[in-house]
């Protein structure tokens, strides 16, 4: 048989295209040579010149991940295991987290080009046979490129060929300050956060965004999205509800369908897999939403996760039928992470109240055997690390298994069910696991144990076509990533995720050049995602720049025809070092209000405790009080309409959770909510350029008693705020400049669906 393949000279690798076959990629001066086999070449990765099965893409994902595992010697299943800490390109310099070298130089000292692999990368790539990377920052598209090929060039030629399998948070977030969101320096398409999507009440659009989203990570060299966020958001306190679908257990289904389907697949695919494919990572397993008062488990004060309403059936219904139920051919998304919590009391066969990745009936019986869960498990970032001094600390999440080693710790997550370590660069506990599982087990068992991981976790990286051709091409990737129609679908969904909560009078939309008062905001020092505390900072809003496009932007209230107020939703921290300081448990409510909240209706005996860096095992906050680090936003929108006389205000929020909108709504004619986009779209809205279509993704609490009254587990249980004009701001509910919508969406998914 002729020769059915070409060659071309790309910048950096050979790409080899076979007639009706597979594309591969080679990077120059590699070790790895080409075969010829039926006059297809393929790649010798183990230089033997014959063509062994994990080297035949015409075989499946399944058996050439079967073959690879069974040849690959225990540590390098151990480095398949891991994922990497989180990676800024280029790294940063000096102390702090997200910091590496460079020949033991500063970036700035090394002199290196931005898309140089750091010497932290090259050791784990190496040495520690990592091929799981989290991306976290890039500064452009050319360095996600440069810095790609330089990755998979060096794995290409380390082991047994295997490719770095890139992934990333998501990343096409509009808003400023996202918590979860990488630090973005590309021009990628910008889109409706996760709450926001759920704003539009269209699916459809959710898988759109999948489609696109998929060839711009394509194109930036990532295959594994750690998303999408599919708890159920039934704690409106909780600091990831903005991240979620929501908390209607039909509309998160059907966005998880929509999400994963629109990311996982490659059009024309028989399975639905390719190079078009990015796996899809869906979290939190089996929820994360009832965190107990809504406090977060990135903190040892936020680790138990609570169901007073007997509701833990619910929060899998994402999982059971959204994630697991596919309706295109990939069929399930391809990871799991379990959250951070301790899923308090629902293990009804141990009794064991550990966090979700080190639980055998969580992962082990209800994952794996009864739902017949077959994917990857991975854990979310540093469950193995040792937990700080104190409960506040950001640092490692080891819930109630403080008191393990590291090693044993892997040890009792890979007993459990789990297959991957996130935020572990470092294969040693791996493989002290491993030894210890042997002297328990046997070598022969914790040896097929290591492979079936291993297959799992390899089964994603042959379905991507990474084996085949990893690398990018610098020109197609420019024109891909923040191309102009995908530029321009992402501000489009921007535009249908705003809310219009109120219009008294009609006085939404402005006319145009009008003159246009926007107040600066103050925020006073609160304590951030990374437990250091912000700066008192004083605020101009980035509206006020925008508004110049649209309006007349004027200094004084006295002086304008309409006044613009950009605020945020309040913004608390449901812990306090002083208040532990001063001789109290150190618990204070998430308010949910701006003004100073006491908090009367709590339980006064919490439902969870017992953390070893506590002495008491009540973490009840009754009778404390807290007030939101941003009280000024509710001041500035009085202050204004007090000199704005019987002149329009309108309030444009930034909502992140519900809000008890009883303190500002009165001081408002008209009020737009917004998930995080950009100034400029609330502004097109305002203008009446777009008319509103969004609908609210979430209650607005009437005030903070009926908060404190929910149960964690359940949705909808909040008496909801009914303003001036009589309108309840209840789910589902929303207006254009007509009045409120009522249309196919209300119809299918309004409260009385629920």
């Known amino acids: 048989m002729g020769k059915m393949w070409e060659e071309k000279q790309m910048d950096g690798y050979r790409l080899i295209r076979n007639q009706g076959g597979r594309e591969l990629g080679v990077a120059d001066g590699s070790r790895v040579k080409l075969l010829t086999v039926d006059g297809w070449a393929f790649k010798d990765f183990l230089g033997t010149g014959e063509l062994v099965p994990y080297e035949d893409w015409r075989l499946g994902a399944r058996e050439r991940a079967e073959d690879l595992a069974a040849r690959l010697p225990v540590e390098d299943i151990a480095g398949l295991m891991l994922y990497s800490a989180h990676q800024i390109i280029p790294a940063g310099s000096g102390p702090g987290p997200f910091t590496a070298t460079y020949g033991g130089k500063s970036f700035e000292e090394s002199k290196e080009k931005p898309w140089a692999l750091t010497d932290q990368q090259k050791k784990f790539l190496t040495e520690d046979k990592v091929r799981h990377v989290l991306i976290m920052g890039l500064k452009d598209t050319e360095t996600a490129v440069r810095w790609n090929n330089g990755m998979q060039a060096l794995a290409e030629n380390t082991g047994f060929g295997i490719p770095a399998n890139n992934s990333s948070d998501p990343r096409h977030g509009s808003g400023s300050g996202a918590e979860f969101m990488g630090i973005t320096g590309e021009p990628i398409s910008k889109w409706a956060n996760g709450i926001g999507l759920t704003a539009s009440f269209d699916p459809e659009s959710v898988k759109e965004f999948g489609k696109i989203g998929s060839r711009e990570y394509r194109a930036l060299g990532i295959a594994t ?34 999400y994963c389907d629109g990311f996982q697949t490659t059009e024309g695919s028989p399975d639905g897999w390719g190079r078009d494919s990015v796996n899809t990572m869906v979290k939190h397993f089996p929820g994360g939403g009832p965190c107990e008062a809504g406090r977060d488990a990135h903190y040892a004060y936020g680790k138990y996760a609570v169901y007073p309403g007997q509701n833990f059936e619910e929060h899998l219904k994402p999982f059971t039928q959204g994630a697991f139920c596919l309706e295109e051919g990939t069929g399930c998304a391809s990871a799991v992470m379990p959250y951070y919590t301790i899923s308090y009391g629902q293990d009804k066969k141990n009794g064991e109240n550990v966090g979700n990745s080190f639980s055998s009936y969580l992962i082990g019986d209800l994952l794996r055997k009864q739902l017949g869960y077959e994917g990857v498990v991975c854990t979310d970032w540093g469950i193995t690390h040792d937990t700080g001094a104190a409960e506040e600390e950001f640092a490692g999440k080891c819930w109630g298994v403080e008191g393990l080693t590291e090693a044993q710790r892997h040890l009792k997550a890979l007993e459990a069910g789990v297959d991957q370590f996130g935020g572990n660069n470092d294969v040693q506990p791996v493989l002290e696991a491993y030894r210890m599982g042997c002297e328990l087990y046997g070598e022969e068992a914790m040896r097929k144990r290591f492979e ?303």
Not at 461 to 481: A, C, M, Q
Not at 580 to 593: C, D, E, H, I, K
Request: proline letters at 7%; a negative charge; hydrophobic letters at 35%.
């Open 225 to 258: 999205a750690l998303s999408p966020q599919i708890d159920l958001a039934t704690e409106p306190r909780w600091m990831r509800f903005p991240d979620t679908f929501g908390e209607h257990t039909e509309l998160t289904c059907a966005m998880t369908k929509a």
């Open 452 to 754: 079936r991981s291993a297959v799992r976790l390899l089964q994603n990286i042959f379905r991507t076509g990474l084996f085949e051709n990893p690398y990018l091409d610098l020109e197609e990737s420019l024109h891909t990533v923040g191309n102009p129609e995908f530029v321009r679908k992402g501000y489009e969904s921007q535009l249908r995720s705003i809310v219009l909560l109120k219009n008294k009078g009609g006085v939404l939309p402005l006319q145009e050049k009008c003159k246009v008062y926007i107040p600066d905001r103050h925020i006073r020092p609160y304590r951030n995602f990374m437990s250091g505390l912000t700066p008192d900072s004083h605020i101009t809003p980035p509206g006020k720049a925008a508004a110049a496009a649209r309006f007349t932007v004027v200094e004084t209230p006295e002086e304008a025809d309409a006044a613009i107020c950009f605020v945020e939703s309040p913004i608390s921290v449901g812990y306090s070092p002083e208040d532990r300081q001063a001789g109290g448990n150190g618990y204070v409510p998430v308010t949910l209000q701006y003004r100073p909240y006491t908090a009367e209706k709590t339980r006064k005996e919490s439902l969870a405790g017992g953390d070893p860096l506590e002495d008491f095992t009540n973490r009840s906050y009754y009778g404390k009080t807290n007030t939101a680090a941003n009280e000024e936003d509710l001041d500035i929108v009085i202050r204004t309409k007090e000199r704005m006389k019987d002149k329009p205000v309108i309030v444009a929020m930034t909502v992140k959770n519900p809000v008890v909108l009883s303190e500002m709504e009165p001081y408002a004619d008209a009020i737009l909510v917004e998930f995080g986009v950009s100034a400029e779209a609330v502004l097109e809205v305002a203008a009446g350029c777009y008319e509103p279509q969004g609908l609210l993704p979430m209650q607005m609490p009437a005030d903070m008693d009926t908060v404190e009254e929910q149960a964690e587990d359940c949705a909808f249980d909040m008496r909801v705020y009914t303003d001036e004009e009589g309108h309840s701001y209840d789910f589902a509910y929303g207006m254009n400049y007509s009045g409120v919508i009522a249309d196919e969406r209300t119809a299918r998914y309004g409260r009385e669906k629920q």
